[in-house]
């Protein structure tokens, strides 16, 4: 298995416009994560899913930031305007239930200038 | 809230040394995990453990969990340069049993 994929790796965007990050969760797994890495915050959760409904949103920090999971295999983080203080390295992560090992991608850097 | 806080926040040993990092958690769980975090790189699962157990060994990682005291503490052993890392625990909390990471402990291991 190719574990979870992420895409881009890197992004670097300016204030205001359209950020979208995209995930592809490990086959079979039910329950999908999002969260945000910064220096000062650590890692918190955004959002999570299981069997592609939306569980828990309230991590997300304001009406900027938008999750969606239209099948099993496929999720996007979208970021609209976007913001310096958005800035931060995005995690997408599975799980096969929520409180079971989550597998985690490789990260997408953001860079909102 | 934060439902997993490790301590201590970091740590520097030389090479050959053991390391020994904890976590402590409030509520109740039924497993505790233990993840690393290499520089740059998404979280990397290192061992569950479960309730009603005690201590788990896998490979150079002894972890141990204490559910009267609500701790846990992951003890590597002969510690490489390579095992520089952040390293997180992690529980289910909350009424849908999600993970809650914690704030992580920096590990710098010299050569």
């Known amino acids: 298995d190719a574990g979870v994929i992420q895409s881009p790796r890197h992004e670097v965007t300016e204030m205001g416009q359209e950020v979208t990050l995209r995930c592809k969760p490990i086959s079979g797994h039910n329950s999908l994560f999002w969260y945000r890495q910064t220096m000062m915050r650590g890692l918190e959760l955004l959002i999570y899913?299981?069997?592609?409904?939306?569980?828990?949103d309230s991590g997300m920090p304001e009406d900027r930031f938008s999750a969606k999971m239209p099948n099993a295999s496929f999720s996007t983080l979208k970021i609209q305007p976007s913001e310096p203080r958005d800035s931060a390295v995005y995690f997408c992560a599975s799980s096969y239930q929520a409180a079971d090992t989550q597998y985690f991608g490789p990260g997408t850097r953001l860079t909102v200038l | 809230s934060q439902q997993g806080e490790e301590d201590p926040q970091a740590l520097s040993i030389q090479e050959g040394e053991n390391a020994t990092m904890n976590c402590s958690y409030k509520t109740s769980i039924n497993n505790l995990q233990w993840y690393r975090q290499n520089s740059g790189r998404g979280l990397v699962h290192l061992i569950l453990?479960?309730?009603?157990?005690r201590e788990k060994h896998s490979g150079r990682l002894r972890v141990t969990l204490d559910t009267s005291k609500k701790s846990s503490s992951l003890l590597i052993t002969a510690s490489r340069a390579a095992d520089t890392a952040s390293y997180f625990c992690a529980t289910p909390g909350g009424s849908n049993y999600k993970l809650t990471f914690g704030k992580g402990t920096l590990l710098t291991v010299n050569p």
């Open positions: 899913f299981n069997n592609n409904v939306p569980i828990d």
């Open positions: 453990i479960r309730s009603n157990e």
